[in-house]
Structure formats: structure tokens, C-alpha cells
Antibody, heavy 120, light 111 residues
Framework: QVQLVESGGGLVKPGGSLRLSCAAS????????MSWIRQAPGKGLEWVSY????????YYADSVKGRFTISRDNAKNSLYLQMNSLRAEDTAVFYC?????????????WGQGTLVTVSS | QSVLTQPPSASGTPGQRVTISCSGS????????VNWYQQLPGTAPKLLIY???QRPSGVPDRFSGSKSGTSASLAISGLQSEDEADYYC????????????FGTGTKVTVL
């Protein structure tokens, strides 16, 4: 069965860095778009970044552009998010999600999330 | 702030029909398909509807979606207690450099 397991979250000071990982299993990872989506405590969902199956196409939300970098290693079935210059407003649960092309991309499987807390 | 607007809350008694609206613009809903996600308390979101009105395997047929112009709707017929959750519409926005946008979210309460 499809599984997405995030790791790497934790407490970091403002201005610091953190690298999130998402281990995928149960499907052919290299066939799918992948994305990071976050949810601040008590708030709604916010899309963060997206990477195509080959890694050749990448998009970022304006709120993280220039600070976050998405990448993937298809040989290791893994998705990553390098987060630099972290701010208090980046505090959130970060989910990795699989993008399925139904003729438009929808995120059909999600991990359980990893909490990132940015605080001094 | 989100570019897709939903009512903050909706409610109904068991067995009733509840409808949630999602209002966007020509650059998002008007030109792309709409997806809906359900988030039960304390859990990760789950895909509920894709391509405006399609249900993934395992989603009960009492959930239905529709789209018209720059708006979309999610209907829950025969409301059940386990439907109490947050619901989000979402789509791509061509004016935001490939961004995927979520709605503001609607909390459904079963009275």
C-alpha cells in the first residue's frame, strides 16, 4: 500500500535551517509528481512546493521562494525540503503528498506530517 | 490569504444534505479542475473529490462535487456523524506561476 513518511521536523531558531525528508513506498515513486503542503497551528492548508516526476519542473509558493528548496532522489524513493532563513510564520505541520495526474493534478496520498516549530 | 473563498462553517443534522461553496476566479477555478479534501480532526487531509466531480475509490457516493464558471460546490447528502471535519477546495492558479491554491476551509458540524 502507498505510504509516505515524513521526518526531520523539530524546533529551530529564527534564521535557522532544517531539512525535511519524505520516504515513499508502495508505488513507483519516479512516476509521480510530489509536493509539500503545510498547515500552521489552527489554520488552513497552504501549498508550499511541487516537483515533477523527473525533477525538471519545480514551483514554489511566493511565501517560501528563495528560502526553501525542494528536491527528490528517485533512486532512494525520497522527497526533500531544505528550509533556510526560517521565520516564526513558517511554524506548521509539513505534509508530503503524491500528485496524481487525473487530467489535472490532485494529491491522492498524504503523509502523517512532521511539525516544524520556529521559535527563539 | 487564500484566493478561494469558502464559508467558515456549515452544519446539519444526521441525514440532511449540506452544501459547501468555493468561489474563485477565471485564473483558477475558471480554467482548471477542482479538487476537494476532507480533514478529520487530528489527521492528514484526504482526497475526497478530483476533477470537479470524481470520487476516488472508497469515497461514499453521498459526497458529490460540481463546478460552474468560477465557482464549485461540494454536497454531502445523508449527513453522518463521521462527516464532521474540515473541507477544503483546491485547484491550480495560472496567474501565480504554477501555484496550487487551497480554499479557506469549511468546518462541517453534525448537530
Amino acid at each position: 500500500q502507498v505510504q509516505l513518511v515524513e521526518s526531520g521536523g523539530g524546533l529551530v531558531k529564527p534564521g535557522g535551517s532544517l531539512r525535511l525528508s519524505c520516504a515513499a513506498s508502495g508505488f513507483t515513486f519516479s512516476d509521480y509528481y510530489m509536493s509539500w503542503i503545510r498547515q500552521a497551528p489552527g489554520k488552513g492548508l497552504e501549498w508550499v512546493s511541487y516537483i515533477s516526476s523527473s525533477g525538471s519542473t519545480i514551483y514554489y509558493a511566493d511565501s517560501v521562494k528563495g528560502r526553501f528548496t525542494i528536491s527528490r532522489d528517485n533512486a532512494k524513493n525520497s522527497l526533500y525540503l531544505q528550509m533556510n532563513s526560517l521565520r516564526a510564520e513558517d511554524t506548521a505541520v509539513f505534509y508530503c503528498a503524491r500528485g496524481h495526474d487525473y487530467g489535472g493534478i490532485a494529491f491522492d496520498y498524504w503523509g502523517q506530517g512532521t511539525l516544524v516549530t520556529v521559535s527563539s | 490569504q487564500s484566493v478561494l473563498t469558502q464559508p467558515p462553517s456549515a452544519s446539519g443534522t444526521p441525514g440532511q444534505r449540506v452544501t459547501i461553496s468555493c468561489s474563485g476566479s477565471s485564473s483558477n477555478i475558471g480554467s482548471n479542475t477542482v479538487n476537494w479534501y476532507q480533514q478529520l480532526p487530528g489527521t492528514a487531509p484526504k482526497l475526497l473529490i478530483y476533477s470537479n466531480n470524481q470520487r476516488p475509490s472508497g469515497v461514499p457516493d453521498r459526497f458529490s462535487g460540481s463546478k460552474s464558471g468560477t465557482s464549485a460546490s461540494l454536497a454531502i447528502s445523508g449527513l453522518q456523524s463521521e462527516d464532521e471535519a474540515d473541507y477544503y477546495c483546491a485547484t491550480w492558479d495560472g496567474s501565480l506561476n504554477g501555484s496550487y491554491v487551497f480554499g479557506t476551509g469549511t468546518k462541517v458540524t453534525v448537530l
